[in-house]
């Protein structure tokens, strides 16, 4: 069943004065809400909005355990049956909204599951540190006006607005780079889990059977951490009329393999800091997924999944299309159509992708600016999947395609800025090497290679 798509933008409300945070307020009416969600939402502001913007993405694949986690604990404990999945247990996902608003709204989605799901006690707060809130920000959730949801297979729902007071109470500048609690209790069993597998964030899981400790405000309940997140894919912000969001959608590079963990230095992580110091409030959302791919697997099933998601193609409606405000998009990807997960392709196959893509983005989001990023070179990569020099000529024919302006308004031309000419490859300076990970694969750069990327882009391009 395909997500709600709607078309939202708007402006920060926040308060520069601190108030206690204790100090409640009304939940905002809620809005009519159901797993079977419908195609479009009612427009009401001049981006077609209802007020509220996409803030945070985490896409889904699955289900667990197939996927590409970085840095994951071992989950045995928390999930002893990856069939059964969650049982009787609570989840506490720890992202950071790249905008913040007065009201949040959240996705729930059972994309890939198999069997109903039943989410209970789903709360919405501010982290303080590791698994522990801070007092008094922890926020009870409905979706229809409900504290229960329901998802068959294949379902995903909308909350209705939450309030979030102590957003009114903290200057913004103090809220930026805060981190959002959301918790949710798993009543029963929830069979195979549809999840985001590279979050590089860590959140925090109680023990199998533990029953409901989402509304508790500290740490004791959730003695298990992952770097994945589950069953959450989208936080929205109530934020005005005058907002926007940048979608970065892509595969691992964009997903941030090789970044910090829980350093927040991916590449739209630090574009997103480029355009707030520049005054630019837009919110930058990642709907990277590690392994992923322009035009394949032809077929995505629970049944036969692939640890790089569905296709670009094949999740465009539910990680673009659907989220709200979305203005300008930037999509870096192909690399891995040219490798070996994608049978080593020819740039023709890829070109033909980008072509519908773009074309499907454009029909159902008037106006929207889409950035084409040219592909760094993985050229002699120690991955056996990449590195050879047939790839790289199939490489260099996408990316003349992506420079020509044939079809994308704008270009972002990582290539050039991350390519060593001596060799072919990465710049050294930005291949990583470190005393955990080892050396680098030669395709994914450190947090000095995202950041070059994210300067490539030029700031002006990037407007309402």
């Known amino acids: ?28 009416a809620p809005r009519p809400s159901s797993p079977k969600l419908s195609p ?23 289900p667990y355990p197939v996927g590409n986690p970085a840095a994951q604990p071992d989950l045995r404990f928390a999930f002893p049956d990856a069939t059964e999945g969650a049982r009787e247990q609570s989840f506490r996902l720890v992202l950071r909204p790249d905008v913040w608003g007065r009201q949040a709204r959240l996705r729930l989605t059972n994309a890939f599951g198999t069997h109903p799901v039943t989410f209970a006690d789903i709360y919405v707060g501010l982290q303080q540190s590791g698994a522990t809130l801070v007092p008094g920000t922890n926020r009870g959730v409905k979706f229809a006006g409900k504290r229960v949801l329901h998802l068959a297979p294949g379902q995903s729902a909308v909350s209705d607005p939450v309030g979030l007071p102590f957003v009114g109470g903290i200057t913004p500048r103090f809220l930026a780079g805060r981190r959002l609690a959301v918790s949710f209790h798993v ?21 199998s059977g533990a029953g409901s400790h989402s509304g508790d405000e500290t740490e004791t309940a959730f003695p298990s951490s992952t770097t994945s997140w589950f069953f959450l894919d989208l936080v ?19 997903d941030g393999t090789a970044s910090t963990l829980n350093g927040d230095d991916r590449w739209p992580d630090q ?12 919110a930058v959302v990642n709907a990277g997924i590690g392994g992923n791919r322009v035009v394949g697997p032809a077929e995505y099933t629970t049944a036969e999944p692939f640890a790089g998601g569905p296709s670009a193609l094949a999740r465009l409606e539910r990680d673009v299309i659907s989220l709200p405000g979305v203005t300008h998009v930037v999509w870096l990807e192909g690399i891995n159509d040219l490798g070996k997960s994608g049978g080593w392709l020819a740039a023709t196959p890829v ?33 056996p999947g990449h590195g050879t020099s047939n790839q790289d000529a199939e490489r260099h024919k996408l990316n003349d395609f992506i420079r020509s302006g ?14 060593d000419p001596q060799t072919g490859g990465l710049r050294p300076e930005f291949v990583p090497d470190s005393a955990t990970g080892g050396p680098g694969d030669k395709v994914h750069p450190n947090r000095a290679g ?15």
């Open 351 to 383: 070109i033909a992708g980008f072509r519908e893509g773009v074309a499907r983005l454009r029909a159902a989001i008037p106006g929207v600016k889409i950035i084409g990023a040219t592909l760094p070179s993985v050229l002699g990569s120690t991955n």
């Open 187 to 207: 009543v029963g069993t929830s069979g195979p889990m549809t999840w985001h597998a590279k979050a590089m964030t860590t959140s925090y899981l109680s023990l």
């Open 236 to 254: 929205e912000m109530g934020v005005g009329p005058d907002l926007g969001t940048v979608v970065c959608l892509g595969d691992s590079l964009t």
């Open 450 to 464: 995202y950041l070059a990327m994210a300067q490539t882009l030029d700031l002006s391009l990037i407007h309402i």
């Open 271 to 282: 574009l997103s800091r480029r355009l707030k110091a520049a005054g630019n409030a837009i």
């Open 40 to 62: 479009k939402a009612s427009a009401k502001g001049p981006l077609g909005n209802s007020g509220f913007v996409a803030a945070w993405e985490g896409a889904a694949q699955g």
């Open 406 to 419: 044939d079809l994308f308004d704008h270009v972002a031309d990582f290539d050039r800025t991350t390519l």
């Open 1 to 28: 069943m395909p997500p709600l798509s709607r078309r939202a933008a708007g402006a920060l409300l926040l308060s520069p004065l601190f108030v206690p945070l204790l100090a409640g307020s009304a939940m905002a």
